[in-house]
């Protein structure tokens, strides 16, 4: 049995010596969060009330045209440099939004039913729609017992969801019917037309099991206990917070359209959600599903209970999508600089703050806000006193047919020269937002600030310094996790959600940062409404991002090479090795080893990396001499361990970080 990896870190005080800069020489700014210089909670709200306004921005639509607008007057007023539009090919499907419904409807068996979205990306019916008999398909049922795919085909499909009520329980039925094969000229959206590109592996690799997303895991850190009153992983009750469950909903529709409802040839669908009617309310199908030829729309389950009699019967519907497609349209994704005092020099070294644009919502995709937040306070420090760029990158694929994995694009790769000094950085989404819950189906705010999750790789100094920035700014209902790693109750975290953005700092070469990441989508996932001033709090969007600015002058600031991830996998791989690894006495072979990281971690936080490239041979042979299995993963972690010590000792010699005191 392998203990909570807290005993192995007991020895391990969480002491900053700083050794890259012992706080001296920075400006007064960097070594704490001025709220005098953040953005003013005017600003704030202007920028809210604007994009609210806009609707929708879905990638090449009016509205991400003008966020883009925003965000590029922004930056350039801000004095960032070398901005850079990478445009990608891009078919924009697209019909009116909620809460003009004039693009789509339903009338079932002669009577018109409340429509609470459209499926997006899928076919288009024109202004007249198609008429045919509906067929239930309940997915409560086993899939033996569902209509065959022949029964299906040229009718209105009528799904069934499962209640949020069987989720996680063996109650709740495998959808049991495997995706077709793949054609080989797959369309993800017209004209990129390639192979589907396989899901990027997350930014750390998860210790446990988190079991299904239905409620809250353990954590390096929370606040606010009597605001989280449901036990770990115990379901959150709809009554209390409605997170979870519309994620449920939202989540059961995309395997079905690939499924099911393509293969079978259906001339149209209706799904039926789990949902109250303003809960529903302009859904969203996400991970966005590829263009497919199936007009598909949502209902509450309200309105669904007569269209679920209906089709149970065979009763006719007409369903009307009337969508368009726009031929090339306007797509890119923004990269930019905020220089610092090396900008153009061997010695520049730069932050990564990266988002997406696109979006359903004013809280689903205002992460670029939160980054214009911290840009405003690092603009107010004059460039000489910046000790590392920053570098933004804007993304426009989040919500694009197929997602990310539609378009291979790692803009790391495309765009090298400007991110090869990145030394460290941030994640940031879903900005302000406020918790929803639902009773009955009366869906309303309860007044507290949606859940915060601040994720992180598993180095104890960097997790030191996330929980400070949590409590320093006062973040409500914050929680940090470290995937890799068990947390203060021994028990598995919750896994990385949206890593995509961090995974740059691993491909990029195991970089230090931080992912921060407001819930969704009960804050507005969905296509609001009521929108930004029902859903939005400027008080807890700026306290998020006053711990941004914390988090990101600790990069300034900070050795990021005694921040790295690498330091922190050799910790977890002593303590995820299990008693029968050892070859005898697990609890004191697991101890020394354990001393041994300690007194090289101690040694990497003063800065001595000699003296911890000296130490870390020592930790290897008694790897091999304790252990029976995994000594590889030990050593491998020594080895990876070596090179950022090896970086240390180069980069002071080159005057990057300072010299350890003698």
Not at 168 to 175: D, K
């Amino acid at each position: 049995m392998r203990p909570p990896l807290r005993v192995l870190c007991l020895a391990t005080a969480l002491m900053l010596a700083s050794s890259a800069s012992a706080q001296q020489g920075f400006s007064a700014k960097l070594t704490r969060v001025d709220r005098a210089t953040m953005v003013t909670p005017a600003r704030v709200q202007a920028w809210h009330d604007a994009r609210d306004a806009a609707g929708p921005a879905y990638t090449g639509g009016p509205a991400w045209k003008q966020f883009m607008a925003l965000i590029h007057d922004e930056i350039k007023s801000l004095g960032l440099v070398n901005i850079v539009d990478h445009a990608f090919p891009y078919t924009r499907w697209y019909t009116t939004e909620f809460p003009d419904k004039s693009g789509w409807s339903l009338t079932s068996d002669g009577t018109a039913v409340n429509v609470a979205s459209y499926g997006t990306q899928s076919g288009a019916t024109g202004p007249g729609g198609v008429t045919a008999p509906m067929i239930l398909y309940d997915l409560n049922l086993p899939v033996a017992q569902r209509p065959s795919f022949a029964a299906m085909k040229g009718k209105i499909v009528v799904v069934k969801q499962q209640p949020f009520s069987n989720f996680g329980t063996p109650q709740r039925i495998p959808l049991g019917v495997s995706p077709p094969a793949m054609p080989s000229t797959y369309c993800g959206n017209p004209p990129a037309c390639m192979a589907p590109h396989p899901a990027e592996d997350p930014p750390s690799p998860q210790w446990g099991d988190p079991g299904p997303q239905m409620s809250y895991r353990d954590y390096e850190y929370r606040t606010d206990p009597q605001d989280f009153p449901t036990p770990l992983f115990e379901k959150i009750p709809v009554s209390v917070e409605s997170s979870f469950r519309n994620r449920d909903q939202f989540g059961q529709n995309r395997d079905v359209v690939t499924n099911v409802l393509v293969p079978a040839g259906a001339a149209g669908a209706v799904t039926v959600m789990d949902m109250s009617p303003l809960a529903s309310a302009g859904t969203r199908i996400h991970a966005t599903p590829r263009q497919h030829p199936v007009p598909l729309l949502m209902l509450d389950r309200v309105a669904g209970v007569k269209v679920l009699a209906d089709a149970a019967a065979g009763k006719t519907a007409k369903l009307v999508l009337d969508a368009r497609q726009e031929q090339n349209a306007t797509a890119y994704e923004t990269v930019a600089t905020l220089p610092g005092r090396n900008y153009g020099t061997p010695k520049d070294q730069a932050i990564l703050l990266a988002t997406h644009i696109d979006g359903p919502s004013i809280v689903e995709d205002n992460g670029a806000l939160g980054i214009l937040a911290v840009l405003h306070y690092y603009a107010k420090i004059p460039q000489a006193e910046r000790p590392k760029s920053i570098v933004v990158y804007f993304e426009s694929r989040h919500f694009v047919p197929g997602t990310e994995p539609s378009y291979p694009l790692d803009i790391t790769k495309v765009l090298p020269n400007i991110f090869k000094t990145v030394v460290g950085g941030l994640a940031l989404e879903h900005f302000g937002g406020l918790q929803f819950a639902e009773t009955g189906n009366n869906y309303a705010s309860t007044g507290k600030a949606a859940t915060t999750y601040v994720w992180g790789w598993p180095n104890p100094f960097a997790i030191e310094e996330a929980i400070a920035a949590i409590k320093d700014q006062a973040v409500p209902r914050a929680i940090h996790h470290v995937p890799a790693r068990p947390g203060v109750n021994g028990k598995a975290q919750l896994n990385w959600l949206g890593g995509g953005f961090s995974r740059n700092l691993v491909n990029l070469g195991g970089w230090p940062g931080w992912h921060i990441s407001g819930d969704w989508p009960s804050a507005g996932f969905q296509a609001y409404y009521p929108g930004v001033r029902a859903r939005v709090s400027t008080d807890v969007f700026l306290k998020q991002s006053a711990a941004a600015v914390q988090l990101t002058n600790v990069l300034m600031t900070k050795d990021v090479i005694a921040l790295a991830p690498a330091w922190g996998y050799l910790q977890t791989s002593v303590a995820q090795a299990d008693d029968k690894d050892f070859k005898s006495n697990a609890a004191a072979s697991r101890a020394a080893l354990a001393k041994h990281f300690d007194g090289i971690f101690t040694h990497v936080k003063a800065g001595r990396y000699d003296a911890a490239k000296a130490a870390l041979p020592a930790m290897g042979a008694d790897a091999d001499r304790l252990l029976a299995a995994k000594a590889d993963i030990v050593k491998a972690a020594i080895a990876d361990a070596t090179k950022w010590a090896e970086r240390g000792l180069a980069w002071q010699a080159q005057g990057l970080v300072r010299q350890a005191a003698r």
